[in-house]
């Protein structure tokens, strides 16, 4: 069976989540009759500590409804420079939301600078767009930002009167890598997006979870947007399952990821940055030799530089002998 390290969103539905799929009630959920997807967003908004929540396709669905349920037209959202909710939505909040987006780079530790953030913040005049929202994310590039730092991010947020989302969608391996709860990062945020399809093995989905005001005005814009699903309890059932069987297992994948980064930091001519949850970043001359010579030992990876390897719930710890295996072999050409 061939180990696929290019990302968390690849794996495949266990046989237990097939099954849930298969026997889940459903009814339409527009009309908000699906049971299934009520006992999502029940369980989802009980395990994010918040009031409600919203089951929605993608994360960057997610993302964008939350963007779009905090900020009118003409608003700013403060955002990193380097994080999905700018960089890799297409546009989405400036293109369907007229908000728009306040980049500032971010921090060699992954974190927004407040000072920087407070240097953004434009005064209340005919020129400026009005800053409403601060996002942020964690994990960041596999990296955890600190509960510390997020709670002085809200203090800091809630003095200016800004709204905190956060890009939770891996959160659950920033709250496994501190040895916390999910919520206990959520509580720093209004608005907090999870996805189900990364580490936590759904095929489909994220979740949106805040204040039930945002929460209704987010699903006026999922309908918008296109994301208003019918009998989307087969999804949800295996959400449901993410959310109940998967949390607790994230733990597997950073112990794998470690064991990676370790077998393969201890190659000749092989690089490889502090593992903290479940990535690896690989530096290495040649990438793409690399690459093929995985791919013809049943690896598929992505080259880049650095090189990054994801672990997930299709990858055991045999897999990654494997993988260190095919490494030596490689350094040993
Ligand atoms: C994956 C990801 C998303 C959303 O991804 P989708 O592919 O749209 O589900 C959002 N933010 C971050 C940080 C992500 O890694």
Redesign the pocket.
């Known amino acids: 069976m061939s180990i696929d390290l290019r990302s968390d969103?690849v794996t495949k539905p266990t046989a237990a989540m097939r099954q849930a799929m298969a026997a889940a009630e459903v009814g339409d959920d527009v009309f908000g009759d699906d049971p299934t997807v009520n006992r999502l967003q029940e369980l989802a908004a009980e395990t994010l500590g918040k009031e409600a929540a919203l089951f929605v396709p993608?994360?960057?669905?997610?993302?964008l409804v939350a963007i779009l349920a905090h900020c009118q037209r003409g608003d700013e959202y403060i955002v990193g420079d380097t994080?999905?909710?700018y960089r890799?939505?297409a546009g989405g909040a400036a293109v369907l939301g007229s908000v728009q987006p306040q980049p500032i780079p971010f921090e060699p530790d992954h974190t927004l600078s407040l000072d920087k953030v407070a240097a953004v913040i434009k005064p209340f005049d005919p020129h400026f767009a009005q800053a409403r929202l601060l996002c942020l994310?964690n994990t960041?590039h596999g990296q955890v930002t600190s509960l510390d730092y997020h709670r002085s991010a809200q203090a800091f947020a809630q003095e200016r009167g800004l709204a905190v989302h956060l890009?939770g969608?891996?959160l659950a391996n920033a709250a496994t890598a501190q040895g916390i709860k999910m919520a206990d990062l959520a509580a720093t945020a209004d608005t907090v997006?999870l996805?189900l399809?990364?580490g936590l093995g759904a095929p489909v989905g994220?979740v949106l979870a805040g204040p039930a005001e945002i929460v209704a005005e987010a699903r006026r814009w999922r309908k918008m947007v296109g994301g208003g699903m019918r009998q989307a309890g087969v999804l949800a059932a295996a959400g449901i399952m993410a959310l109940t069987e998967h949390v607790d297992r994230i733990a597997d994948d950073h112990a794998n990821a470690a064991a990676l980064g370790e077998g393969l930091g201890a190659l000749e001519g092989f690089e490889v940055a502090p593992v903290q949850t479940n990535m690896v970043f690989l530096t290495v001359d040649q990438p793409e030799a690399l690459v093929s010579h995985f791919a013809a030992r049943g690896i598929v990876a992505l080259a880049g530089s650095p090189m990054r390897l994801v672990t997930h719930l299709d990858v055991d710890a045999e897999a990654i002998e494997r993988v260190i295996g095919a490494a030596t072999t490689f350094t040993n050409q």
């Open positions: 969103t993608s994360g960057t669905q997610s993302n994080a999905h909710t890799y939505e994310e960041v890009d969608a891996r997006s996805c399809s990364k994220s």
